[in-house]
C-alpha cells in the first residue's frame, strides 16, 4: 500500500491497481481507471479494481481530498506508485507535484522535491514549488511584446518585469484532472482553460498536461496547447530538487552536467541581452560534471546578477526532438537523475532566493540554495528577441513540449 500522505488519513482513496496479467483488458482498464479517479463514490469502480489487483501491480493511483481554495472549490491530491516503489503526488490546483521519492544506492526512498505538507501553503507560496507556470515561463521585459503589430501589456508582478505567467498564473489555478495509464506507466492528465485577455495576454488557450509515472523510473511530463487567437506560451515545471532529500543540507555538492555550449547572459533585472554567450572558460561551463558550488560566488558580473546561478543555458544540439539534455548527481547518497527534453534551453536556478522563512515538509527548513530548479523552455524574453527560438503559438498549431526526468542510483 502507497504510504498516505497526512492530509488524506481521514480519508481513503479509490486505488486502482493494474496487473501485467491483465494487460490484454487494458482498454477496459482504462475505462475503469477514469471512473474510479474521477467517482470514488461510484460502486462499480472499486469491485472492478480490487479484481484487478495484484503483487505484480505496473502502478497504483489514488485519490483523496487535500481541501480548498480561497473561493470554496475543493482541491484534489492524487498518489501515484509504480512498481519499483516510486511514489509521486500531484494536487489539480497549480498542476503542483507536491512530492516524489527515489532511492538511493542502498534502496533507501527520499522525497527530493521541496515543498509543502498543507494546501494552504501553496495558496500563498510565491516559490512556485513543483508547480507549472505559464502562460509564459520565466521572464517578460517590461511585462509588454508586439505581436502582428497589436502592443500588449502584462501585468508586472515582478517589477519591472513580467514572470511566470503574472499575478495570478497558471500554478494558482485549478485544472481539471483524470488518471490515465499506459504501457508500463501510470498518470494523470490535467487540463485548464486560460481565457483571452488574463494577465494580459491574446486568445483562449487551451492547456493540457500529462505526468508519467514509468517503471523505468522516469517522471515524464508531456504539455500541449491550443490557441483561437496567435499568443506566446513558454510552458515549464518550477520543481525544486535535493537529491539528499528536502530539507537535507544543501546542493552546492551536488554534480551538475548541461550539454549547453552557450548561456543568455542578463543584465540586472534578469532579462536577457539577447546575446548568446560560449560557456567555455566561465563559472558557467557545466559540459562536463561540475559540482554547484565550485563557482556559484565566482567574481563574475552574471553571477552577480543572478545572486548565483540563475540563467538559461542553450543547448548544444537543439532539433526539437527528445534528447539528454543533463544530468545531476548527489556523491553522498549516489542517486542521479537524467534530463531529457525537446526544448531549446533550460533555466537553471540554485535556490539564491530560499531563506530560514521558508518551512517545508516536516516543519525541515530550505534555507538558501537548499534546492535547485532545471526550468526546460523557450528562452526568458523571447517575445521581444527575433533572433531566439519563436515561442508564438498560432490557431492553426499544436504547442508540445516533452520533458522526462529519469532517476537512478549507483
Request: charged share 25%; aromatic share 10%; glycine share 10%.
Amino acid at each position: 500500500m502507497v504510504p498516505e500522505h497526512p492530509a488524506c488519513l481521514d480519508e481513503r482513496a479509490d486505488e486502482v491497481r493494474m496487473s501485467r496479467e491483465n494487460q490484454m483488458r487494458r482498454n477496459t482498464f482504462h475505462a475503469v481507471i477514469t471512473v474510479a479517479i474521477l467517482g470514488c463514490t461510484m460502486s462499480a469502480a472499486p469491485s472492478t479494481a480490487a479484481a484487478s489487483g495484484s503483487d505484480d501491480a505496473v502502478g497504483v493511483i489514488e485519490k483523496c481530498t487535500w481541501g480548498k481554495t480561497a473561493d470554496g472549490r475543493t482541491v484534489h491530491l492524487y498518489t501515484l506508485k509504480n512498481s519499483d516503489g516510486i511514489v509521486m503526488r500531484v494536487a489539480n490546483f497549480g498542476c503542483i507535484i507536491v512530492s516524489l521519492t527515489a532511492p538511493d544506492r542502498d534502496g533507501n526512498f527520499a522525497d527530493v522535491m521541496l515543498g509543502y505538507d498543507e494546501l494552504g501553503d501553496y495558496l500563498k507560496d510565491t516559490r512556485h514549488f513543483g508547480a507549472v507556470v505559464g502562460r509564459y515561463g520565466n521572464r517578460i521585459a517590461g511585462g509588454k511584446f508586439t505581436l502582428d503589430g497589436q502592443a500588449y501589456q502584462l501585468s508586472v508582478n515582478r517589477p519591472p518585469n513580467h514572470l511566470h505567467g503574472g499575478v495570478v498564473g497558471f500554478e494558482k489555478a485549478l485544472w481539471e484532472a483524470e488518471g490515465i495509464v499506459g504501457d508500463e506507466r501510470v498518470g494523470l492528465r490535467l487540463h485548464y482553460r486560460s481565457k483571452d485577455g488574463e494577465e494580459g495576454y491574446p486568445g483562449n488557450l487551451d492547456a493540457t498536461v500529462c505526468y508519467w509515472l514509468t517503471n523505468d523510473n522516469e517522471l515524464r511530463i508531456e504539455y500541449t496547447a491550443t490557441t483561437d487567437k496567435p499568443t506566446p506560451i513558454n510552458l515549464t515545471n518550477h520543481a525544486y530538487f535535493n537529491l539528499a532529500g528536502a530539507g537535507n543540507d544543501d546542493i552546492l555538492g551536488h554534480e551538475l552536467m548541461l550539454a549547453a555550449d552557450r548561456f543568455t547572459p542578463v543584465d540586472e533585472t534578469l532579462i536577457p541581452t539577447g546575446e548568446l554567450r560560449a560557456v567555455a572558460d566561465t563559472p558557467f561551463d557545466f559540459t562536463k560534471p561540475m559540482p554547484i558550488g565550485a563557482r556559484v560566488d565566482a567574481d563574475n558580473e552574471q553571477i552577480k546578477f543572478g545572486g548565483g546561478y540563475d540563467h538559461n543555458f542553450v543547448f548544444s544540439r537543439w532539433d526539437g526532438k527528445l534528447r539528454l539534455a543533463g544530468a545531476l548527481r548527489d556523491p553522498k547518497s549516489g542517486r542521479r537523475m537524467e534530463m531529457l527534453t525537446t526544448e531549446p534551453g533550460v533555466q537553471f536556478y540554485c535556490g539564491n532566493f530560499l531563506n530560514d522563512k521558508d518551512i517545508g515538509k516536516g516543519g525541515k527548513v530550505y534555507g538558501r540554495r537548499s534546492g535547485l530548479c532545471l526550468e526546460t523552455q523557450h528562452f526568458p524574453d523571447s517575445p521581444n528577441k527575433p533572433q531566439f527560438p519563436s515561442c508564438i503559438l498560432r490557431p492553426d498549431e499544436v504547442y508540445r513540449h516533452v520533458t522526462v526526468y529519469r532517476f537512478s542510483a549507483k
